[in-house]
């Protein structure tokens, strides 16, 4: 397992940009694909993006796809989301995961704590 510390979050107004980091420890990042999830109170953890190994590969979920940007740098052991054109429904708890695929929660490994991301109207 690779431990996550996620970074960048905060309070933008709706229309404004964020780029959350997502810094791995370890020395296996470079072998493992990323992703970033949310969670919004009282609501299920959601996939919103995902990365391969050597970032030639991304995917995303239809709610941000054409605003956010998954992107990593392996010499930095670093995953980054890029978001813009933020939306009040863009607001929740910002989660990066590692060693898995797809967009199921349970299918990755290692989770960071999360960064909080809220969007002012």
């Known amino acids: 397992q690779v431990q996550l510390v996620e970074s960048g979050g905060g309070l933008v107004q709706a229309g404004g940009s964020l780029r959350l980091s997502c810094a791995a420890s370890?020395?296996?990042?470079?072998?493992?694909?990323m992703a970033w999830f949310r969670q919004s109170p009282g609501k299920e953890r959601k996939f919103i993006a995902t990365?391969?190994?050597?970032?030639?590969?991304?995917s995303y979920a239809d709610s941000v796809k054409g605003r956010f940007t998954i992107s990593r740098d392996n010499a930095k052991n670093t995953v980054y989301l890029q978001m813009n054109r933020l939306k009040p429904e863009d607001t929740a708890v910002y989660y990066c995961?590692?060693?898995?695929?797809?967009?199921?929660?349970?299918?990755?490994?290692?989770w960071g704590q999360g960064t909080q991301v809220t969007v002012s109207s």
């Open positions: 995961a590692a060693g898995g695929w797809g967009e199921a929660p349970n299918e990755y490994e290692s």
């Open positions: 990365i391969n190994r050597n970032g030639s590969g991304t």
């Open positions: 370890g020395r296996s990042f470079s072998k493992r694909a």
